[in-house]
Structure formats: C-alpha cells, structure tokens
Nanobody, 114 residues
Framework: QVLLVESGGGLVQPGGSLRLTCAAS????????MGWYRQAPGNQRERVAY???????HYVDSVKGRFTISRDNAKNTMYLQMNSLLPEDTAVYYC????????WGQGTQVTVSS
C-alpha cells in the first residue's frame, strides 16, 4: 500500500520561504511522474509543480520562478522549495503521482500572512 506523507508547512510572512517534504512508502518516487498540488478554501485542488521520472519539471505560471520541485532518490523523498511566498499561496499542499493518483495524504498547511 502506498503512503504519502507531506510535512514542512507552517505560518510564514509574505516574502518568506518554506520547504515542503513528501515522504513515500510502498512506491519508488523516481519511477513515477509526481506533482505537488494545493487546495485553498473554496477552491479546487490544483497542481502547481510537476517532476517527471526523467527529471523534467513544469510549473504553473503563478509559482514559476518562486517554487522549485526536486527529488532525493536515496531518501525516496520529494521536495517543494517555496520562496517569495504570497498570501495567495495559502493552501493545504499535497504530493501525488500523475496521471494515476495514489491515495491522498493528509497534506500540510501553508499559511502566508503578516
């Protein structure tokens, strides 16, 4: 059974940084196309960053230049480095495979506020 556990969220001021971590068990992240998703209250869940098994990346325009997705194959862990955070980045952040989803983890709350 695949288990995804997100961590690293918190309360940060606008302009601050956070690094989110996605730890996986029951699967090998480097063999899958993976993404970071977020869901703000009242909004649909959206994918903000993508990392292919081959290492290519893609970002939605709203986070391009500010967020960086990466992977540590030895630790079977994926990261999302978030810099220059904005209040509109406030959401619960999740990691998951695509296009075929694994069961969702609990997510990690990111709140950007002064």
């Amino acid at each position: 059974q695949v288990l995804l556990v997100e961590s690293g969220g918190g309360l940060v001021q606008p302009g601050g940084s956070l690094r989110l971590t996605c730890a996986a068990s029951g699967t090998v992240l480097s063999r899958n196309n993976m993404g970071w998703y977020r869901q703000a209250p009242g909004n649909q869940r959206e994918r903000v960053a993508y990392l292919s098994a081959g290492g290519s990346t893609h970002y939605v325009d709203s986070v391009k230049g500010r967020f960086t997705i990466s992977r540590d194959n030895a630790k079977n862990t994926m990261y999302l480095q978030m810099n220059s955070l904005l209040p509109e980045d406030t959401a619960v952040y999740y990691c998951n495979r695509l296009p075929s989803l694994y069961p969702w983890g609990q997510g990690t709350q990111v709140t950007v506020s002064s």
